[in-house]
């Protein structure tokens, strides 16, 4: 390790030095403005402009004409012949290789060839054309240095292969592991789709408090802080609902926030404490309109990732073809435990079989319980689920038919929960009873029945019939990406601080 300390130490004093050397050129080593330089792909999509120079003689050697152009990006390759130098730079749209001529530049651009490194950024005008190898290059007439990098990238052949130091280290992640970027701009593309599928919608986008007083509208466990000059104790959000729900209240009949939430939870390949969500509220739909909602945004939100419906996923594929798959929660239960899910009995026998503690335990918790370990994982996909144990649904209206039964779905794709929607429950004394119930067997900071009394004040004004949902947005990332960890498709991912040596 010292070895290896000494030695990046040895290669950032060089840097160093060549830093010395570009500021004694009368240059900026950290640049400046670059004006009127155009994207890498944009240049490479120019290579149709290149013309052939008419010959006066038989057998006399090809040359080009192609058009000027000026480019900006990180050195990503460089390797030096005699009196040229072959660079390959980097924009977040794609590589071009670049070749600088000792005679083509003149002798101040060549003095600061020599000064660039691995990392750096510079910028160049040139001649776009071909080398003799057919390579499309632009060969440099002028040079600028826009920024000096004074750590040496990862090494070409290691790379960045530690999975916690490629989160960490985003910033080189990014540059130097093959499909990273893409998968980043393709999660922008998805969420892009997914604002403009619901403005054609009708729905309207807004944002609401990031802290709460009350931990409501999910079963979660909260972060908690303090508000000095308030003297209260408040929360980080756990979900969107609550609010959002108010505004239905208030006349605004569509409305979605997409926004981040917080959850003082593990950490897993599906799990992140801090993650982003979609909640939409539709008045005077229901759960069905929410699954039509659901299906269209993922639609097309594959659409704009330029993808087929069906998708690759690990060795196999996920098909996205609509209509999506529907099956009844309890049918399900029947199906796979081969026991009637509405006999208590059976139920608490077969959990006790399978070591799963059934005592002290409301029926409708172990039937959640029951779906979550033996159901939900080979539930392929995707598949909305309906009509949910209407105890463990405290936001949720009853079926007219079956109290016992919730109007909900969730949407499944390999597993994993993806989707989650409701027929909104408006009736302000039943919500209010709910709040204060907490079901036997179930964690206090596993409930959602946590008593947010201004939500109630604001149902007795009246809140329309209306259908809810709740997307994953990072889970449907990955989904739509080939990305079997939800870390991957988050940024910057909570970590664990570097030790201090």
């Given at each position: 390790?010292?070895?290896?300390?000494?030695?990046?130490?040895?290669?950032e004093?060089?840097?160093r030095?060549?830093?010395?050397?570009?500021?004694?050129?009368?240059?900026?080593?950290?640049?400046?403005?670059?004006?009127?330089?155009?994207?890498?792909?944009?240049?490479?999509?120019?290579?149709?402009?290149?013309?052939?120079?008419?010959?006066?003689?038989?057998?006399t050697?090809?040359?080009?004409?192609?058009?000027?152009?000026?480019?900006?990006?990180?050195?990503?390759?460089?390797?030096?012949?005699?009196?040229?130098?072959?660079?390959?730079?980097?924009?977040?749209?794609?590589?071009?290789?670049?070749?600088?001529?000792?005679?083509?530049?003149?002798?101040?651009?060549?003095?600061?060839?020599?000064?660039?490194?691995?990392?750096?950024?510079?910028?160049?005008?040139?001649?776009?054309?071909?080398?003799k190898?057919?390579?499309?290059?632009?060969?440099?007439?002028?040079?600028?240095?826009?920024?000096?990098?004074?750590?040496?990238?990862?090494?070409?052949?290691?790379?960045?292969t530690?999975?916690?130091?490629?989160?960490?280290?985003?910033?080189?992640?990014?540059?130097?592991?093959?499909?990273?970027?893409?998968?980043?701009?393709?999660?922008?593309?998805?969420?892009?789709?997914?604002?403009?599928?619901?403005?054609?919608?009708?729905?309207?986008?807004?944002?609401?408090?990031t802290?709460?007083?009350?931990?409501?509208?999910?079963?979660?466990?909260?972060?908690?802080?303090?508000?000095?000059?308030?003297?209260?104790?408040?929360?980080?959000?756990?979900?969107?609902?609550?609010?959002?729900?108010?505004?239905?209240?208030?006349?605004?009949?569509?409305?979605?926030?997409?926004?981040?939430?917080?959850?003082?939870?593990g950490?897993?390949?599906?799990?992140?404490?801090?993650?982003?969500?979609?909640?939409?509220?539709?008045?005077?739909?229901?759960?069905?309109?929410?699954?039509?909602?659901?299906?269209?945004?993922?639609?097309?939100?594959?659409?704009?990732t330029?993808?087929?419906?069906?998708?690759?996923?690990?060795?196999?594929t996920?098909?996205?073809?609509?209509?999506?798959?529907?099956?009844?929660?309890?049918?399900?239960?029947?199906?796979?435990?081969?026991?009637?899910?509405?006999?208590?009995?059976?139920?608490?026998?077969?959990?006790?079989?399978?070591?799963?503690?059934?005592?002290?335990?409301?029926?409708?918790?172990?039937?959640?319980?029951?779906?979550?370990?033996?159901?939900?994982?080979?539930?392929?996909?995707?598949?909305?689920?309906?009509?949910?144990?209407?105890?463990?649904?405290?936001?949720?209206?009853?079926?007219a038919?079956?109290?016992?039964?919730?109007?909900?779905?969730?949407?499944?794709?390999?597993?994993?929960?993806?989707?989650?929607?409701?027929?909104?429950?408006?009736?302000?004394?039943?919500?209010?009873?709910?709040?204060?119930?907490?079901?036997?067997?179930?964690?206090?900071?596993?409930?959602?029945?946590?008593?947010?009394?201004?939500?109630?004040?604001?149902?007795?004004?009246?809140?329309?019939?209306?259908?809810?949902?709740?997307?994953?947005i990072?889970?449907?990332v990955?989904?739509?990406?080939?990305?079997?960890?939800?870390?991957?498709?988050?940024?910057?991912?909570?970590?664990?601080?570097?030790?201090?040596?």
């Open positions: 390790m010292k070895g290896e300390d000494s030695g990046l130490a040895a290669l004093a060089a840097r030095e060549k830093l010395k050397a570009i500021r004694e050129l009368g240059l900026d080593p950290f640049g400046a403005r670059f004006d009127g330089h155009r994207p890498i792909g944009e240049i490479r999509r120019m290579e149709s402009q290149i013309e052939l120079v008419p010959q006066e003689a038989a057998g050697v090809r040359e080009e004409r192609g058009p000027k152009v000026r480019a900006a990006g990180r050195i990503i390759l460089q390797r030096k012949a005699g009196k040229l130098v072959f660079i390959d730079i980097w924009d977040w749209t794609g590589k071009i290789q670049v070749l600088i001529g000792q005679r083509q530049v003149g002798e101040s651009n060549w003095r600061l060839a020599e000064c660039f490194d691995l990392g750096d950024i510079i910028g160049v005008d040139g001649e776009l054309k071909h080398t190898t057919g390579e499309l290059t632009i060969f440099a007439e002028q040079l600028y240095f826009l920024t000096k990098s004074l750590a040496p990238p990862p090494a070409k052949h290691k790379g960045l530690d999975p916690d130091l490629r989160q960490r280290m985003r910033y080189l992640d990014l540059v130097y592991t093959e499909g990273v970027l893409e998968r980043f701009l393709r999660r922008w593309r998805i969420i892009q789709s997914i604002r403009s599928t619901m403005a054609e919608e009708g729905f309207v986008e807004v944002e609401g408090p802290l709460h007083s009350v931990a409501g509208g999910a079963a979660a466990r909260p972060f908690v802080t303090y508000h000095n000059a308030l003297g209260i104790e408040l929360f980080l959000r756990i979900a969107l609902e609550l609010h959002l729900k108010r505004l239905l209240v208030g006349g605004m009949e569509k409305v979605y926030e997409l926004g981040r939430v917080y959850r003082n939870e950490i897993s390949p599906r799990h992140n404490p801090e993650f982003t969500m979609l909640e939409a509220y539709q008045a005077y739909g229901d759960y069905r309109t929410m699954m039509e909602l659901t299906e269209k945004l993922i639609v097309e939100a594959i659409r704009a330029g993808q087929p419906l069906v998708l690759p996923w690990g060795e196999g996920i098909d996205f073809t609509p209509p999506f798959q529907r099956r009844l929660y309890h049918e399900l239960l029947a199906e796979h435990l081969g026991i009637d899910p509405f006999d208590t009995h059976q139920l608490a026998q077969f959990a006790a079989a399978h070591g799963l503690e059934p005592a002290g335990k409301h029926r409708d918790v172990i039937k959640n319980e029951l779906f979550e370990e033996f159901v939900q994982p080979k539930l392929a996909g995707p598949v909305f689920v309906l009509d949910y144990p209407a105890a463990i649904c405290p936001l949720t209206k009853r079926k038919s079956q109290p016992e039964i919730a109007e909900r779905f969730e949407l499944f794709v390999q597993g994993m929960e993806i989707a989650n929607a409701y027929t909104e429950l408006n009736d302000p004394d039943l919500q209010e009873e709910l709040f204060s119930q907490q079901l036997e067997g179930l964690p206090e900071e596993e409930s959602m029945a946590r008593m947010d009394r201004d939500f109630i004040r604001a149902l007795r004004h009246g809140m329309p019939p209306a259908g809810g949902l709740g997307i994953g990072d889970r449907l990955m989904l739509l990406t080939n990305t079997p960890t939800i870390r991957e498709v988050i940024l910057f991912p909570l970590l664990r601080p570097e030790p201090v040596l």
